[in-house]
């Protein structure tokens, strides 16, 4: 187990030198060199994931250790942004296995659909709900440290 995680510690630590180099890219090659380097987060945390034995799955792990990158500056935002914009401009191609998979599982669609729909809506509901909550937080959040802002400048 010691030896996994020294194995995924190492990987991690070597994106920050290899993050570098795709700063010289243009074009598509840097498109391609960034969502390489996002597919490389994502699959070292998931071989951390499964050979740890975590609770959490490997992408979820995947976006922490990005974050925690991106946060201590061992990789910085501009040598993700190409390869990230793409990947989320072409997000919907990700969708195509699940459409086909409800043409597949049509009959289940026709006897079970009503349970599937109420679930998506809640879901969605609750999605809807939790991001307006947060991001009323985060403005009243920034409010306040604007306002203390101004009352140290004053």
Not at 35 to 47: E, I, K, R, T, Y
Not at 113 to 128: H, N, P, Y
């Amino acid at each position: 187990m010691v030896a996994n995680y020294t194995f995924v510690m190492e990987s991690i630590g070597g994106f920050a030198m290899s993050a570098k180099s795709i700063e010289r890219l243009s074009g598509a090659a840097r498109i391609a060199a960034q969502s390489a380097l996002l597919a490389a987060v994502w699959f070292v945390a998931d071989f951390a994931a499964r050979h740890l034995d975590l609770p959490i799955p490997g992408s979820v792990v995947g976006l922490a250790v990005l974050l925690v990158l991106l946060l201590s500056g061992g990789i910085r935002p501009r040598w993700v942004k190409a390869g990230a914009d793409w990947l989320l401009s072409e997000l919907l191609l990700f969708f195509v296995p699940a459409a086909v998979a409800v043409v597949q599982y049509g009959g289940l669609f026709k006897s079970d659909g009503w349970r599937l729909a109420l679930v998506v809506i809640c879901g969605t509901l609750t999605v809807l709900v939790a991001v307006a909550f947060t991001v009323d937080q985060a403005v009243r959040l920034e409010r306040r440290l604007a306002l203390r802002r101004a009352h140290v400048a004053a």
